[in-house]
């Protein structure tokens, strides 16, 4: 990376040019800007301190940046020209004064934001510097838990030395987030970075001592420099940079190597030193040239010692060796000839290879821990950032994200919601559905006895759980659209009147019906959950008044086979229409029952199942029954449907007027017309592969996506749907809404005038002051006055000059109807048709 000059035009980079060019005062503005765009504190922001805020470019971004009539207040040591909408003033953030002048211009107020771009005098030396900068720091943020609202934002520059993490420490104490970050404009040759601590915790009382720089900066120890990891491990490369250490400000240290030999401690020496000279002193060090001339003292020990801060661990361990060997024979103490005193010196050197050796075990270990650690956590993130794509793409719903966590709703916690998910309870909560949760629960326990229900099919959990979702999300589905779809709505509205399309006596139908029986034969039977889940239904069903008839056939079909082409049909009606039965007479009740039974037993060879008899024998009986209670049940009927029902129930004769609308239907009538096909056959193609489907236990999604082409394909012919197309199109031809009602309007004025000329004329008649003649004539002029069309108004002209130019409404003085116009329009047409007449 090349390095960009700090002084000269190098400091004019492209966030000079910038800066000037948007009129910024100074290019610090875009830090602020980034700074911004990342945290995005401002634009929520009414209150703003900029502390250290000269020459006032980061006051004109919160200008521009935050909402109107915010209050910004900018303090510095240096004068900040008047900036609009910008309180500032000149002075020392570390002072009380500077303190009690922001208290006045803030009154009651509290900051929603505190800035700090506060740069001491640098320039001296680099410690000094960054010191000085850590003070102005807490200074600044001293203020800030004075100011700041809570859960406001702080921003504070900071230069990263050795008080920077005692600093990030204090500023950990009072935020809920601190982010420590460089803002691209910061140039890279510059120390600074930015802390932006979000979310101020506000705490009523605060130590005194987390403020104080002296307590701050200086308490915490400083820690000992890891000489055995930069001797055991060189080849490790750091990555935390923390600055100079405290008193080591020269870059370059070198010691005598008779000094590392003489040591007792070599690791340190290796560790801290970047060389090991063997240059004698003006004096003269004797044991040093004495180490010097030593054979031991290869040429390739003299190349290590130059440059420690390159050696690898073998060179180490080649200097730990001559240096034993020096040792030796300069008669110090080693492990060999260390029977008696200076243990602790053996110790060191003796331990070296097995401490070595634990060390890159300890290392390795440590290393392989924290890789693993590290994939497991990024497999994690991964997951998290597919859960999270897949909910935005409306895939899963939100509360599946997280679950996986061990927490109060994690696995065997008390709020454990995964289990409570299975049984379709969370979305019954969600609608506020308590009493059904609890009856649903309480029964469940009773099935299955208390406590055992959870733990006896572990392995199914997920997948029940998977399904329990895959439901939810699909009513959600359903939901969303009915809101959206004004169809669907009307689907939907018809399929909860039970309107739906007769597709032939389905298995569930049966078994409804069969549930029905047994419910009225037993209904205090309530052991079994089927039953009570029966129960339940036949409840609903019951606010429903809409009854499932015992015909099998839904209202649409009856309505269907209630048509006038089918009344010719003899048993159909019977079997089919109940209710129209109550008023046809006894003999023919008669009649068509024998006729029903016979077609019964001529279709005993067809039926397979001995279920289809038992409940066409229940038709029979309910249609007994019904005969028995009277009209009640018809009538109550005919009250209850809604308004769309009783438009399409508009008897004709005392029969319902349906239309035929599909090219299905028409076939069908042509084809019983012409006797094709008998109620027989109709009855028969009710029995299809589909009819008996097991659907049981299939969720929702899959019932509806089935009912959408489990369906057989009904014959039609060409005629019949040329029929239907040749009266859709004389549907699509009929006038639209308007022009028939204008014509309605009409028709009835007409017949209101001709009412009033009878009146009229009658009167004339009864007069009997008047001759026969007389009143001839006279009616005959009430005829021919009322035939004569009333001549309308003229359109009067108004020219739009003088008093009427720009006149809005009607000019003064004009009657009926009028037309403005353009004076210089009225001349020029007339003069246009005056040519138009000489030609
Ligand atoms: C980098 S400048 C700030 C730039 C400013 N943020 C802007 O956008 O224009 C640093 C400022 O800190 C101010 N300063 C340093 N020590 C201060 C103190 N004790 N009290 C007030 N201001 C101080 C300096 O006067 C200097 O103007």
Not at 437 to 448: A, G, I, L, N
Not at 787 to 802: L, N, S, T
Request: net charge negative; proline share 3%.
């Amino acid at each position: 990376m090349a390095i960009q000059k700090k002084h000269g035009k190098g400091r004019l980079d492209k966030w000079y040019k910038l800066a000037k060019e948007k009129g910024y005062r100074a290019r610090a503005a875009f830090k602020l800007i980034q700074l911004n765009k990342k945290y995005g504190f401002l634009e929520k922001s009414k209150v703003v301190l900029d502390l250290c805020a000269a020459p006032g470019s980061w006051c004109q971004v919160c200008a521009e940046t935050m909402p109107r009539d915010s209050i910004i207040i900018g303090v510095d040591l240096a004068p900040i020209k008047a900036i609009s909408k910008v309180i500032t003033f000149q002075s020392d953030i570390t002072t009380e004064k500077c303190r009690a002048t922001i208290r006045t211009h803030l009154k009651t107020w509290k900051a929603d934001c505190v800035l700090h771009d506060g740069a001491p005098n640098v320039g001296t030396a680099w410690v000094q510097d960054s010191y000085n900068q850590a003070e102005l720091a807490l200074h600044s943020l001293k203020l800030a838990t004075e100011f700041l609202v809570e859960g406001g934002t702080f921003v504070t520059k900071v230069f990263r030395s050795k008080d920077y993490n005692s600093l990030l420490w204090v500023l950990n104490q009072l935020f809920t987030k601190v982010h420590a970050t460089k803002p691209p404009s910061s140039r890279n040759v510059s120390a600074e970075i930015f802390v932006v601590c979000l979310g101020f915790k506000a705490p009523k009382r605060i130590d005194p001592r987390l403020l104080d720089p002296r307590s701050v900066f200086e308490d915490l120890a400083a820690p000992a420099p890891n000489n055995e990891a930069k001797v055991y491990n060189p080849e490790v490369k750091k990555r935390k940079r923390e600055g100079y250490e405290e008193g080591e400000y020269i870059q370059f240290k070198e010691i005598a190597a008779s000094e590392f030999i003489q040591t007792t401690d070599p690791i340190a020496i290796l560790g801290q030193y970047n060389r090991l000279a063997f240059d004698q002193a003006k004096n003269g060090d004797v044991a040093l040239a004495a180490l010097d001339r030593l054979p031991e003292t290869t040429d390739e020990i003299r190349l290590c010692c130059a440059d420690l801060k390159v050696l690898g661990r073998k060179e180490f361990k080649l200097l730990l060796k001559w240096r034993l060997r020096v040792r030796e024979i300069f008669g110090f103490p080693t492990k060999k000839t260390a029977k008696t005193p200076l243990a602790e010196e053996v110790a060191v050197v003796e331990n070296m290879d097995e401490e070595l050796m634990i060390q890159e075990e300890l290392q390795r270990i440590k290393d392989k821990e924290s890789s693993k650690k590290k994939k497991e956590r990024r497999k994690e993130n991964e997951k998290k950032q597919k859960e999270i794509v897949r909910m935005q793409m409306n895939m899963t719903a939100p509360m599946d994200i997280g679950m996986e966590q061990e927490g109060p709703m994690g696995d065997g916690s008390m709020f454990r919601l995964k289990a409570l998910d299975q049984t379709d309870t969370m979305r019954r909560i969600a609608k506020g559905k308590m009493t059904k949760v609890v009856e649903t629960d309480t029964r469940r326990d009773r099935d299955s006895g208390i406590g055992s229900s959870g733990d006896t099919d572990e392995s199914d959990d997920d997948g029940d759980r998977l399904e329990q979702e895959l439901d939810n999300m699909y009513d959600d589905y359903r939901e969303r659209k009915a809101a959206s779809d004004a169809k669907y709505r009307a689907k939907k509205a018809r399929k909860e009147h039970g309107d739906d399309e007769w597709e032939g006596v389905s298995a569930s139908e049966e078994e409804d019906s069969d549930d029905e029986d047994a419910l009225q034969e037993d209904s205090s039977d309530d052991s079994d959950s089927e039953g009570d889940e029966d129960a339940g239904k036949s409840l609903l069903r019951d606010l429903d008044n809409t009854p499932n008839d015992e015909s099998g056939l839904s209202k649409r079909a009856r309505g269907f086979f209630n048509q006038d082409v089918f009344q010719s049909i003899p048993g159909l009606l019977d079997e089919l229409d109940l209710e129209e039965e109550e008023d046809e007479d006894e003999e023919d009740e008669d009649e068509d029952e024998e006729e029903e039974d016979d077609a019964m037993e001529e279709s005993d060879d067809d039926i397979p199942t001995i279920e289809e008899q038992r409940k066409l024998r229940k038709e029979k009986s309910a249609l007994k029954s019904k005969k028995d209670n009277g009209s009640f049940e018809v009538a109550k009927q005919a009250e209850e449907d809604d308004w769309e029902e009783t438009e399409k129930k508009a008897k004709k004769d005392g029969k319902p007027n349906i239309d035929i609308v599909t090219a299905e239907a028409m076939t069908l009538a042509h084809q019983l017309a012409l006797g094709e096909k008998s109620v027989h056959d109709i009855m028969d193609e009710g029995y299809n592969k589909y009819a008996f489907k097991d659907r049981d236990g299939l969720p929702d999604w899959f019932l509806d996506d089935e009912g959408r082409h489990d369906k057989p394909h009904k014959p039609i012919t060409k005629e019949a749907a040329s029929a239907i197309k040749e009266k859709l199109r004389a549907y699509n031809a009929r006038p639209i809404k308007k022009v028939a009602e204008a014509r309605a309007r009409k028709k009835f004025k007409q017949a209101q005038k001709l009412e009033k000329l009878k009146k009229k004329a009658d009167l004339l008649a009864g007069d009997e002051g008047m001759s026969e003649k007389e009143k001839a004539t006279s009616i005959a002029k009430l005829i021919s006055a009322a035939g004569r069309k009333k001549r309308r108004q003229p359109v009067k002209v108004v020219k739009a000059q003088g008093l009427n130019r720009g006149l809005s409404g009607r000019p003064k003085g004009v009657k009926g109807r009028y037309k403005m116009v353009d004076p210089r329009m009225k001349k020029e047409m007339r003069a246009l048709k005056r040519v138009a007449k000489r030609k």
